[in-house]
């Protein structure tokens, strides 16, 4: 397994905040295939970030990170 990829769901979560942090307008599909996991596993995650949150439509919108 790769140094950088996230092992658990913690590092996980903080591997979404950090990729955020460097573009707000990143595909789940791009932070999926950065870490190494599904889209799918990437959706779930992100409903358990109480402070990240998608403004606007899909094309147009961008990920807000409070706090």
Known sequence: VPHDV???RDELIEFIKA???LNNKI???AIA??????????QRTLKEIDNLKYV?????????LRG
């Open 6 to 8: 996230p092992q658990g």
């Open 19 to 21: 990729q955020v942090r």
């Open 27 to 29: 595909t789940r599909q």
């Open 33 to 42: 295939e950065g870490a190494g996991v599904s889209v799918k596993t990437i």
């Open 56 to 64: 606007g439509s899909g094309n147009s919108g961008h990920w807000e």
